[in-house]
């Protein structure tokens, strides 16, 4: 079993930065550390959204519109962890922040941690 733990948020004023780090820990007997890792986000009143996902072996990398070319996402490997570089950030990017793992890379993800609360201000 995957377990992920996120890290990195806080309150931050329009345009600030900030980084978050997802690391994982446990193996799936079967998929070991599984097909893809991503970053999703539940702002206050909204369904959870995927905004960036990556591939543990390629690298392939998705980015939801919202947040293309402000956001990066990477990963290391040897770590087990994921970050996501957040830059500009806006009101709008206020929510709970969480990392999800696609396993068997079926596209469905989950063994979400517990979430990181980010607040921008304007």
């Known amino acids: 079993q995957i377990q992920l733990v996120e890290s990195g948020g806080g309150l931050v004023q329009a345009g600030d930065s900030l980084r978050l780090s997802c690391a994982a820990s446990?193996?799936?007997?079967?998929?070991?550390?599984?097909?893809?890792m991503g970053w999703f986000r539940r702002a206050p009143g909204k369904e959870r959204e995927g905004i960036a996902t990556?591939?543990?072996?390629?690298?392939?990398?998705f980015y939801h519109d919202s947040v293309k070319g402000r956001f990066t996402i990477s990963k290391d490997n040897a770590k087990n962890t994921v970050a996501l570089q957040m830059n500009s950030l806006k009101p709008e990017d206020t929510a709970i922040y969480y990392c999800?793992?696609?396993?068997?890379?079926?596209?469905?993800?989950?063994?979400w941690g517990q979430g990181t609360q980010v607040t921008v201000s304007s």
């Open positions: 999800g793992i696609d396993i068997e890379g079926a596209g469905l993800f989950g063994s």
């Open positions: 990556i591939t543990w072996n390629t690298g392939d990398i």
């Open positions: 446990g193996r799936s007997s079967r998929y070991g550390m599984g097909h893809a």
